[in-house]
């Protein structure tokens, strides 16, 4: 049984969150815990329960899937598209970085009210700051991906008459393949993060929304159920991300490969 749990990467990743839930759930129905402040899983459970029955739970995660979905996309076309430009050109990366580095600074929230301004409350503001979020961990991947190629490996390419494209396609993305796919997994975190600050900005629908929706109401329950599901939907996209990347990366040999 214990050989099992080891070997078996599901059962021991679920085992801390379990027991942690447990705890929990014995310590909020012995009084430990005050409901009001952190009512017990299963009242929690209950709540998710109820959303789904009425139909309303479905539109807010999809609208916050799409939302975050339409955000990754677009930021990850433009952080490869400038990452790609800025890691193969020294004089692109003198032009462009600097700025893109300051930008980096600025914190999530800071961009809201500006988004607000320019954009209104609809979804183009929404998915421009999930973009925004999503641009700089994949365009710095990308970068130091491009720039972190062994000139060996380009050295050995020309010898056997590689060049231009060939070059690019044989040698170059899949040296920096691996450093781009943490980029993605990267951006996807953080456009998760994003998605939360943008759906503050006047939602009427989304998880978000439902974070505020329980605020409002002083419905601790609402906010950590809806807490539970960005976790949840989160660990699920990145474990999608996570196996792409198993499987692009299966050349390589690695210390830890099998």
């Known amino acids: 049984m214990w050989k099992k749990l080891r070997t078996h990467p599901v059962l021991l990743g679920s085992l801390l969150p379990i027991l942690l839930l447990a705890a929990w759930e014995i ?34 995660v999809l609208l916050t899937v799409y939302r975050l979905f339409v955000g990754f996309i677009i930021g990850t076309i433009a952080a490869i598209l400038l990452g790609t430009l800025v890691g193969y050109s020294e004089l692109a990366e003198r032009f462009f970085d600097p700025l893109i580095q300051a930008f980096r600074s600025i914190p999530s929230l800071a961009w809201v009210p500006l988004f607000i301004l320019w954009m209104g409350i609809g979804e183009t503001s929404k998915v421009t700051l999930i973009a925004v979020g999503v641009f700089f961990p994949v365009y710095l991947n ?47 975190g953080l456009g998760w993060m994003f998605v939360v600050a943008a759906e503050i900005m006047g939602a009427s629908q989304g998880l978000g929304y439902l974070l505020i929706l329980g605020q409002n109401t002083y419905s601790p329950d609402v906010i950590i159920a809806s807490i539970f ?29 099998k």
């Open 27 to 60: 310590l909020s129905r012995a009084g430990v815990i005050p409901a009001y402040q952190l009512p017990a899983p299963s009242a929690i459970l209950s709540t998710i329960i109820t959303y789904l029955q009425d139909g309303t739970l479905q539109d807010h």
């Open 229 to 257: 599901l960005f976790a949840l939907l989160g660990k699920l996209t990145d474990w999608v991300l996570k196996l792409i990347q198993k499987r692009s990366l299966h050349w390589q040999d690695t210390a830890l490969a």
């Open 142 to 188: 990308i970068v130091d991906g491009i720039r972190g190629v062994d000139r060996k490996l380009i050295e050995v390419g020309r010898m056997y008459g590689l060049d231009g494209v060939a070059l690019v396609r044989r040698i170059i993305l899949p040296a920096s393949l691996p450093s781009f796919l943490t980029g993605l997994r990267s951006g996807l």
